[in-house]
C-alpha cells in the first residue's frame, strides 16, 4: 500500500510564508471542502485549495504579476506535495 503525500496544513503555509515575505497580516485559509468533486481535489477534504491573504513590506513598489510570484514562489515546495489550487489577495498596507 503506497502512503500518500503529506498534504499542505494551514500552520505549515502559514510558517512557510512568514519565514520568507515578513508578512504584516496573513490569513491562510483551507478551502478544500468547498471543492469536493472538482480537479485536484482529494478524498481527504483538505489540503488541495488554500485562500491567502497577505500583507507584506517586501510587497511594496512591485506590481500584481511580481506580488504573486512571491507567493508562489515561497509556495512551491507545497504545490510540489499536492497543493492544487492558490487564491492569492494581496492586501494593501496602510
Known sequence: MNASPLLPTVAAIEAQLRA?????????????ADHAGHTGANAEGYGTHFR????????AGKN????HRLVYDSMQNFIDQGLHALAIEIIDET
Do not use: K, W
Not at 491567502?52 to 510587497?59: D, E, H, M
Not at 500584481?64 to 506580488?67: A, G, Q
Open 52 to 59: 491567502v491573504r497577505i500583507a507584506s513590506g517586501l510587497f
Open 64 to 67: 500584481r504579476v511580481t506580488r
Open 20 to 32: 520568507d515575505l515578513q508578512p504584516s497580516e496573513l490569513h491562510v485559509i483551507d478551502e478544500s
